[in-house]
Each structure stands twice: as C-alpha cells, then as structure tokens.
C-alpha cells in the first residue's frame, strides 16, 4: 500500500491486516498489485469489509469465499483467464450468470463484450475494444468501479456504469495516442464523472 500510495496520492490505502481502519470507507477494492504472497494478509481485511470490488490478484475462490461471508456486497471483475480460475469453465451466457447467482455477487466480466450480471439478465456493455488489453486498464476499471459504488450506485449500475466509462474513455484516448494505464487514469475525468 505504501507504493501505490507512492505513486498516487490521491488514493487512499490500509495497511495489509489493518482492520480496524475499514470503517472509513464505503467500498474496498482489493487486488491490484497484490501479489499471491500477501493474499494470506488481505484475507481478513475482505472478510471485515461490508462493500468489496475484488479484481486482480484477489480473485480467487477463497477470496470471494472470504469476502462473501457476512453478507457483504461484492463485485467480481475477472477477464476470461481470471473467470476459468474462479469458476473451472470459461466465461459463456449460462456460466457467468449461473456463477454469479451461486456465489451472490454482481459479475463483472471483462472481455468484448463485457458481461454485467447478478444471476439475473446479463447487460451486455459493448463500448471497449482491444485498446483495454494493457496492463493496468483493468485496474483503473477496478477504482472506477468502487468509486462509483461509493458515491450512492448500487453494485450492478457502477459496475456497467464503469464498464460503459471505462471504455468510452479509452476509445477517446485511442485516437489521440496509445492507451496506457496512466494515460486512461487521466482521461477518465474528463468522460465518468
């Protein structure tokens, strides 16, 4: 955390294990950077969480396990690889519904097209494209994502909301340069907000 902080000030961030200080914020979003050797360290920081975006280095069973206990509220965001890891079968109509259903979450999985689902009827967001597919993206897809459910949308609107966003913003950015992580972090604000 102190890294990310580093390099983005502006994002607030909790020590691995520092569970006390999770009543001061809304949403959590665990996982980018995290690597494999620190997810035994975030375990109890999804487990205390009432709102968890779990991406990246966080998505694996036992952390949405972990992060569904309690009856917290939680958002998925797996690419394809990701989602055959989570669930043992590619991401397809029945697979990514009958998933999200199963495990209670809102899915949000991404690819081209995008799939937003609750177990309920997918919503298909068709504005990203094959400039996402750089390290990092994702992530920013991640922040925005818990920042929209942080500021009043429930789970399902931010995550179609960010999706939407999130690749509007970047199809923007594309026509002027190539699409980086921080390049897409500095356009956003000029498309989601």
């Not at 009856?71 to 079968?89: I, M, N, Q, S, Y």
């Not at 991640?142 to 509007?168: F, K, N, Q, T």
Request: one cysteine or more; a negative charge; glycine letters at 12%.
């Amino acid at each position: 955390p102190e890294a990310a902080h580093m390099i983005v000030p502006q994002v607030p961030t909790v020590p691995l294990g520092d569970v006390a200080r999770l009543d001061r914020f809304d949403v959590i979003v665990a996982g980018p950077g995290l690597a494999e050797g620190d997810r035994e360290k975030v375990v109890p920081l999804v487990e205390a969480a009432s709102q968890v975006v779990l991406d990246a280095g966080a998505l694996t069973p036992a952390m949405v396990e972990a992060a569904c206990q309690n009856d917290a509220r939680v958002v998925v965001t797996p690419h394809a690889g990701e989602f055959k890891r989570l669930a043992a079968v590619g991401p397809g109509k029945f697979s990514t519904r009958y998933y999200a259903a199963r495990c209670g979450v809102v899915l949000l999985a991404k690819g081209n097209p995008t799939v937003v689902t609750d177990g309920g009827l997918p919503v298909l967001v068709r504005s990203g494209s094959a400039v996402l597919a750089t390290i990092g993206t994702g992530d920013v897809l991640a922040g925005m994502l818990g920042a929209l459910w942080a500021r009043g949308l429930d789970p399902m609107e931010a995550a179609v909301s960010a999706a939407y966003w999130h690749g509007v913003a970047a199809g923007e950015l594309s026509r002027r340069e190539s699409v980086t992580a921080g390049k897409l972090l500095d356009e956003i604000g000029r498309w989601a907000w």
